[in-house]
């Protein structure tokens, strides 16, 4: 009688490439390259920028990680001719070496949380998908700003004792201003947490990658294309965290190629920037007084 297999599946499968959440969408969205960054619209926010094969420490309050570690290939001879070999000598005889790309990251700690407060605490909407049509019954946020501080402040501020706020309302306001405010204030999050990226970075933006579930909101998205000034670029597939270990995975094993990878990457939708200056800096002004407002010992 043949002896049961230990483990949960027939056969031992290998384990071809790990990666913490983060940074598997970076990578399942094709950010190969030094200055490619993307954002993931969950819970929070958080965002990545490829900044290369060399560490840099940040000096405005974000954090350094390890994108991904990859093998390289070693020399094989097969290609090589009998001169090659010979010359090669005992490299031949090298272990692949490990190539490291490194990222700088952000979190901001309230995104679509602050959808759901709208949803179940405040009772504004019915399910967090209805906050775009609300926002859409009027065509600004006027003077309201929300700043959602509700567990504190995440990057670039990193202060846990600031307060959730919403000011500017008048006897005007209604849950529709309120609801636009929510959306802008995730943007407005990420433009503070960009911005600090562009000062650490060498790479100048030129475009962001988006995903999560809030990636899917379309005003949202406009907005933040917008203020960053930047083309917003959201892929086809929104979930794309196990599709980037996936992909590691497969390129480890042989089984994909970089140029297969980068053609699995498919755009659905680009959002150009279309704000004129003054509007945009007067919405800046606006979101960064409410934040100075908030910084002020009472």
Known sequence: MAKPKKGLFAKQIPIQAVLGDQQAALFGQGCLDAGMAKNTYGTGCFMLMNIGQQPKLSEHKLLTTIAWQRKTSPIRPDNLSFDQIVQSGKRMLQP???EVTYALEGSVFMAGAIVQW???N??????????????????SSEDVVLL???TGLGAPYWRSDISASITGMSRGTTKAH??????EAVAYQTYDVLIAMQKDSPHPLTELRVDGGAANNDLLMQFQADLLGVPVLRPRDTEITAKGAALLAGLKTGLYDES???????VDRVFEPSMSADTRERHLAKWQQAIKRSLMPL
């Not at 405040?122 to 065509?139: F, T």
């Open 122 to 139: 405040l009772g504004m909407i019915q399910q967090s998908s209805d906050v775009e049509d609300l926002a859409r019954q009027v065509d």
């Open 260 to 266: 297969t990878m980068k053609a699995s990457w498919q």
């Open 96 to 98: 692949p070496k490990k």
């Open 148 to 150: 959602p501080a509700f």
């Open 178 to 183: 309120i609801a636009r405010a929510a959306l």
């Open 118 to 120: 709208l949803r179940d």
